[in-house]
C-alpha cells in the first residue's frame, strides 16, 4: 500500500507540512487515531473525506487553534505545539464559512487582515487583490450585500495577503454555485503556480481530481490512502474499454447556458491578470 | 507580552467600533429601554414614590445609569458571539497577532458603546429636570464608577458571548443584571421594603453603587458606600476576568 512508504528523512526537512501519529478526541468521541502526512513544498494536496472523518480537526491542529493529543505535525519547518507564533506567520487559514466581516466593506476587510500582519501600504495590498479578484467594483459595498461566489473570493484574497507560504483551504467550496466554485478553483491553481503550498480539505471527489498533486483519503480517523491520481487510480483493477453514450452532464448545461454571457464571463476571471 | 499588543489591539477596536458607528441601532436600542423606565417612572409612577427627595428624577438617575450598562452588555455578547459563529475569530487567532487583543477590543469597543448610551440618557434626564451640584471631581468619580461597573459587567457578557450556542442563549443572562436594580435602592428607599427582601436589596452590589452615585451627585458624603461599591465591581470584574479567561482558553486549545 502507498500508505506504507516511507519517506526518506532530509524530504520530511523540506516537506511544508510533516503530520505524524496525529490523535485527537473530542471527549469519548475519537475523531483522529493517527494521522500521518507529508506535504511537499508548492503542491497541492487534497485531504478528502467524508463528513465528520476529522479534516477540519487536522487543518485546526495545523493552524494552531487545537491542541492536539498525541503525534507531532510540524508547517514550514516549526512545531506547532512549540513554535506556535512561528507557525501562525507561516499560514493562512481559509476556514470552513467565508470568515469575512459583513458590516466592513471588502476594501476594508482587506485593509484590516493587512494591518494585522504589520504590513507596509494596506490600502494599496488591498488594492492589488481587489483588481486580481474581480472585486474592485464592489471593493467599497459591504460584503453583506455579497454573493456567496464573491465572499469565497473575498475570503481567498485576504488569506493571501503576507504572501505567506502554507495556506489552508478547509471545504473552500461548500455551498458554492457551480460557476463560483470554478472560480474558487483557478485561484487555487493560480496560487500553486506562485510557489505556495496548499493543503485542501474537501468531500468533492471530482474537486481534489481537478487540483490536487496528491490525494489522501482520511477515513475513520487515519489515512488509509495516499498518493497521486495515477496512483489512485492503479489501486483497482485496470481500465476497461467500454462503448457508452456520452451524455453531456447537467453541469456542464448549467454552465453552457449561464456561464459564458459577458457578465459573468468577466466574474469568472479570477485572477486572470494577476 | 507580545510586542504587537496595543498595534493589533488599536487595529481591531476600530474594526468593532466601525460596527457600532454603522449600526447606530444597537445604541439607540440599548438607550431606549432605560429611557422609557426613566419616563415611566417620573412621569406616572414617581408621583406615588416617597423618596424623600425633592425631584423623583434626581433619585431614579443613578438606577437608569446601571441599567443602561446592563442593557448594553447584551450588544457586547452578540458581538462577539457573531465573531466566533462566523468564523472571524478563528481567522485572528490563526494570525500572527497578539491573540488576547481579540478579546481586549470587544471589551473597550463595550466601554465606548456603553459610554455613548450613558451620555445619551443623561441629556434626556436632564431634559427632565434631572440636576446635580456636583463639581468635576463628584462627576469623575461617578464616571469613574460607572467605568469600572461596565469593565465588570462586560467581563461577565464575554463568557457567554465565547460559549453560547445559539443568540438567543448569547443574550439570555442579561435579563436578571437588567432586573436586579428593581430589587435595590434604585427606585424605591429600601426601608419601605419587606424584611428578606430588604436584606437582599440592602447587601446586593446595586443599592451600594447606586447610594454613592447618588450621594455623589447631591454633594452628600459617600460615606462607607464607595468602598463597597467599588469592592463590589473590583471583586466581579476579577471572577468574570478569571472565568472568562478559562473560557477562552478551552475555545483556543
Known amino acids: ?274 | 507580552m507580545n510586542k504587537h499588543f496595543f498595534g493589533d489591539t488599536a487595529v481591531l477596536l476600530g474594526r468593532s467600533l466601525r460596527h457600532i458607528t454603522r449600526s447606530l441601532d444597537t445604541i439607540i436600542t440599548t438607550a431606549i429601554t432605560p429611557i422609557a423606565m426613566l419616563l415611566l417612572f417620573v412621569y406616572v409612577f414617581g408621583g406615588a414614590i416617597n423618596t424623600g427627595s425633592d425631584s423623583y428624577v434626581n433619585y431614579l438617575l443613578p438606577g437608569i445609569l446601571l441599567i443602561t450598562i446592563a442593557s448594553g452588555i447584551a450588544y457586547t455578547t452578540l458581538r462577539l458571539f457573531l465573531d466566533m459563529k462566523s468564523g472571524i475569530f478563528e481567522r485572528f487567532q490563526s494570525m500572527p497577532i497578539a491573540r488576547s487583543s481579540v478579546l481586549w477590543a470587544h471589551v473597550l469597543t463595550s466601554l465606548a458603546a456603553n459610554v455613548i448610551s450613558l451620555v445619551v440618557v443623561v441629556l434626556v434626564a436632564l431634559l427632565m429636570g434631572f440636576r446635580s451640584e456636583a463639581g468635576v471631581l463628584a462627576w469623575l468619580a461617578v464616571a469613574g464608577i460607572l467605568i469600572l461597573f461596565t469593565l465588570a459587567l462586560t467581563w461577565i457578557a464575554v463568557i457567554p458571548g465565547l460559549t453560547a450556542k445559539s443568540v438567543d442563549g448569547a443574550s439570555a443572562y442579561s435579563y436578571p443584571l437588567i432586573f436586579l436594580p428593581f430589587l435595590s435602592s434604585a427606585f424605591v428607599p429600601t426601608a419601605t421594603m419587606p424584611g428578606p427582601v430588604r436584606a437582599f436589596a440592602e447587601n446586593q452590589p446595586v443599592t451600594s453603587i447606586v447610594n454613592t452615585i447618588r450621594d455623589l451627585f447631591t454633594r452628600q458624603p459617600v460615606g462607607t458606600d464607595i468602598w463597597i461599591a467599588l469592592a463590589w465591581c473590583v471583586g466581579i470584574l476579577v471572577v468574570a476576568y478569571i472565568f472568562a479567561d478559562i473560557s477562552y482558553r478551552r475555545r483556543i486549545s
Open chain 1, 1 to 274: 500500500m502507498l500508505t506504507g512508504m516511507s519517506i526518506p528523512p532530509d524530504q520530511v526537512r523540506g516537506s511544508a507540512i510533516h503530520v505524524q501519529g496525529l490523535e485527537k478526541s473530542y471527549k469519548e468521541l475519537q475523531v483522529l487515531r493517527g494521522v500521518d502526512f507529508d506535504v511537499a513544498r508548492g503542491g497541492i494536496f487534497a485531504l478528502l473525506g467524508s463528513n465528520g472523518a476529522g479534516k477540519s480537526t487536522v487543518v485546526k491542529i495545523l493552524s494552531t487553534l487545537l491542541k492536539a493529543d498525541a503525534g507531532t505535525a510540524r508547517v514550514n519547518g516549526f512545531d506547532v505545539a512549540t513554535q506556535p507564533a512561528e507557525v501562525r506567520e507561516s499560514i493562512s487559514l481559509t476556514g470552513q464559512f467565508a470568515a469575512v466581516d459583513e458590516i466592513l466593506s471588502g476594501r476594508e476587510n482587506l485593509v484590516l487582515v493587512a494591518r494585522l500582519r504589520h504590513l507596509k501600504e494596506p490600502g494599496k495590498i488591498a488594492d492589488d487583490l481587489l483588481r486580481r479578484f474581480s472585486l474592485a467594483e464592489a471593493g467599497a459595498r459591504r460584503v453583506a450585500t455579497y454573493s456567496g461566489g464573491m465572499r469565497r473570493r473575498l475570503d481567498i484574497a485576504m488569506s493571501l495577503i503576507g504572501d505567506p507560504p502554507v495556506i489552508f483551504l478547509d471545504e473552500p467550496t461548500t455551498g458554492l454555485d457551480p460557476e463560483a466554485r470554478i472560480e474558487v478553483w483557478q485561484a487555487v491553481r493560480e496560487l500553486a503556480g506562485q510557489g505556495t503550498t496548499v493543503l485542501l480539505t474537501t468531500q468533492y471527489l471530482d474537486e481534489a481530481e481537478q487540483l490536487a498533486d496528491r490525494i489522501a483519503i482520511l477515513h475513520e480517523g487515519r489515512i488509509i490512502v495516499n498518493g497521486t491520481l495515477t496512483e489512485l487510480r492503479q489501486l483497482l483493477p485496470p481500465a476497461k474499454v467500454e462503448y457508452v453514450e456520452k451524455q453531456p452532464t447537467l453541469e456542464d448545461v448549467f454552465l453552457a447556458l449561464v456561464g459564458d454571457n459577458g457578465k459573468n464571463g468577466h466574474d469568472r476571471n479570477v485572477g486572470a491578470d494577476a
